[in-house]
């Protein structure tokens, strides 16, 4: 098909309209990055961004028309280059095995785990037996246990005797991959304590630990000012601080659709700067000697980018909080220079700040949630000003409110269905009540109690925050005991996810007709290509465990506990509504504890776990026979396939596929390649000398 010769001639004309692709052409190059199976040597990215920028100095020479073009290409390798150099600066040391060893090190963050345990992780680690130079800068612990023998603060120096590992790899082939996340975040080691946590020195001054401080102080005293959940979300909402939320009121937040609300984003960073600027600038027009002589908008723009920053400090540098930041503050930037301050121009500006500073980001579920909304919020409400003057002024409220959630909701459904592999059904009601509830009660309320604080009299706004947070726990609840609630979504193939991104950015963004038509085809395409999603027959876990079986009845697992997390995350993967002690009831495996057999597309599995699988396995090794243990295998070799735990350190979890001559195994590490995350440490440490 002939490209219409007027496509880049129109956008050529108009080269502002250029400026919102810029992120989604550096986006293809570091997801391009992100999706290969060998990490590309460093002559290799050299040439990628010596060519990157003779592109763009061809661009700035061309016409028009071909400059888009040679941008365009520039900014694709240009992200490759950008990411891998990303991955490469944040090289650290990261565990090589199994420990179980005194820790000592600074407390610099304190959450939860999956198992509702207080988490601590540190800085500053002393391993025992370790060089210093092999040593994670961040290790994770999660206290089990009699505990309380200290107040974890910030900066507390503490000791410890903990169970410590590299961080896993994925679950599954093509799953979720926890090592390369614990890489971009610097953490080289994760574990669990069942012993006393002590402290070994008293907290340490300075600037970060200062805010952390601030942050935990604030969040203890809202939690004693709101008792309860409503006290730990306030906190959560206002400092940053999870801790105190536990995994029952998170279930009900994710299964009403309204889990955004407790992390710090676009949302609450919005509300708060809106909140801020609303009341400064109406506060300012109260006077008319100011009003008429100084320019109010500005002025309270100012007082509301310094209001923000102030939040960014206080809830501390994640992702999420950044991100939200640098979206008010490119839009109240456009405020100071009198330009229109929410734009797909400012969102792009936003997209790219972000995507430089953190290139990792873009295959995160919040970005994605974040940018996707935001697109879509801002070209449905483009007509908008045509429309409201038809519907009655006291209702305009209540449909922009309807409109909005329903656009957001749409938009970041898909994206939150292929991360989570659930669809709150229920969802548009949900925030139809809550963002009202955020907006005019908590917000408002959380900043007056902040600037009434200091003087003692937060108390009446912290009460109504409280109301409001109980409130919106309340919907939060009710929605999700309602009756199909939550519908289960199995995980979608590679690729689907960025053929639907690319489709919805056509049909949103151009104008030309023919290539809206384009993005239309194309997100079809990407949803019938997951609903065609082929799920394993066999998965196995890497440390070999568990294993799960897939039937007509949902997949059978092999225990009813343990490896939790991996449990779990299968059967959300399969789109399966069961608890792990449901579907270990599942018809699939027949035999005792420890000693299990299914059938499994011409081959019979045999599983061996707990103390003892290794020799329980002896004799079972037969023509057509696939033996799982969670020991080392210690007879001899046959005819039949061994994946013992010698093997799944080598492999991780793996995964098999029935077909016509047999079965198709498939290894998390042949899934996720050869990577730096991923790498063996000798590897890791020549990428590091070369630095």
Not at 265 to 293: E, I
Not at 408 to 419: E, K, L, M, S
Request: charged share 15%.
């Amino acid at each position: 098909m002939r490209v219409p010769d007027d496509s880049l001639q129109a956008l050529a004309t108009r080269r502002g309209s250029f400026l919102p692709w810029a992120p989604v052409f550096l986006s293809i190059g570091i997801g391009g990055y992100f999706a290969l199976k060998a990490e590309p040597g460093l002559p290799v990215l050299a040439a990628l961004a010596a060519l990157a920028a003779l592109l763009a100095g061809l661009g700035f020479r061309r016409g028009d028309e071909a400059r888009i073009l040679f941008y365009a290409v520039a900014l694709i390798l240009a992200g490759t280059v950008l990411a891998a150099a990303r991955a490469h600066l944040v090289t650290a040391p990261v565990l090589t095995f199994r420990y179980y060893v005194p820790v000592e090190g600074r407390i610099v963050d304190i959450d939860r785990s999956f198992s509702d345990q207080i988490r601590l992780t540190l800085d500053r680690v002393v391993l025992e037996d370790v060089a210093p130079d092999r040593t994670p800068a961040l290790v994770r612990v999660a206290l089990h246990g009699d505990q309380g023998f200290i107040d974890p603060r910030p900066g507390l120096t503490v000791i410890l005797t903990a169970h410590l590992s590299p961080p896993e790899g994925p679950v599954e082939p093509g799953g979720f991959d926890f090592q390369r996340l614990a890489w971009f975040s610097g953490l080289g080691g994760v574990g669990y304590t069942r012993a006393p946590v002590l402290a070994l020195a008293p907290p340490e001054e300075g600037l970060a630990l200062l805010a952390f401080r601030l942050r935990r102080t604030l969040s203890t005293a809202m939690q004693e000012a709101i008792p309860g959940q409503p006290g730990a979300f306030a906190a959560a909402l206002m400092t940053g601080d999870r801790a105190g939320v536990t995994q029952e009121t998170n279930a009900a937040l994710r299964a009403s659709n309204l889990s955004h609300l407790i992390s710090i984003s676009g949302l609450h960073m919005g509300l708060l700067v809106g909140f801020v600027f609303a009341t400064c600038r109406s506060g300012l027009a109260l006077v008319p000697h100011l009003a008429l002589r100084l320019n109010t908008k500005k002025i309270a723009a100012v007082i509301a980018l310094a209001a923000a920053t102030f939040y960014l400090i206080l809830a501390g540098p994640n992702v999420a909080t950044r991100r939200a930041y640098i979206m008010a503050a490119v839009m109240l930037v456009a405020v100071l220079s009198d330009r229109r301050a929410i734009s797909l121009r400012s969102v792009a500006i936003s997209a790219l700040i972000v995507l430089f500073l953190e290139p990792e980001s873009l295959v995160e579920p919040g970005f994605q949630m974040s940018f996707g909304a935001t697109v879509a919020l801002i070209v449905a409400f483009e007509p908008w000003g045509r429309f409201q003057h038809r519907i009655p002024r006291l209702l305009r409220p209540v449909a922009m409110l309807v409109l909005s959630s329903f656009v957001a909701g749409t938009a970041t459904a898909p994206i939150a269905a292929a991360h989570f592999n659930r669809i709150a059904e229920f969802g548009l009601i949900a925030n139809l009540v809550a963002v009202p509830l955020m907006g005019m009660i908590v917000m408002p309320a959380g900043v007056i109690a902040a600037l009434l604080a200091p003087v003692g009299l937060a108390g009446p706004a912290l009460w109504a925050m409280g109301q409001g947070m109980a409130l919106i726990l309340a919907v939060a609840a009710w929605v999700a005991g309602l009756k199909g609630a939550v519908a289960a979504v199995p995980a979608p193939p590679d690729g689907v996810l960025t053929l639907l991104a690319l489709g919805g950015l056509l049909a949103l963004i151009v104008r030309a007709l023919w290539l809206r038509g384009i993005g239309i085809a194309l997100a079809a395409l990407s949803l019938s290509l997951w609903t065609a999603a082929e799920r394993p027959a066999l998965l196995v876990s890497g440390d070999g465990t568990l294993t799960g079986v897939l039937g007509t009845g949902g997949r059978a697992l092999s225990k009813p506990k343990g490896a939790g997390f991996v449990a779990q995350s299968w059967l959300e993967d399969d789109g399966d509504v069961a608890n792990q002690e449901e579907a270990s009831l599942r018809a699939g495996f027949s035999g005792g504890k420890g000693n299990l057999t299914a059938a499994l597309a011409g081959l019979t599995l045999r599983h061996f776990a707990g103390k003892g699988a290794a020799g329980r396995a002896a004799g079972a090794c037969a023509p057509g026979t696939l033996v799982v243990l969670s020991e080392e295998w210690t007879g001899p070799r046959g005819a039949c396939l061994i994946f013992d735990l010698a093997r799944l350190r080598e492999t991780g979890a793996i995964a098999v596929y029935p077909e016509a001559e047999g079965v198709r195994i498939v290894t998390a590490r042949d899934a996720a390649g050869a990577r730096l995350w991923n790498a063996p440490p000798a590897r890791r440490a020549r990428y590091a000398a070369l630095q």
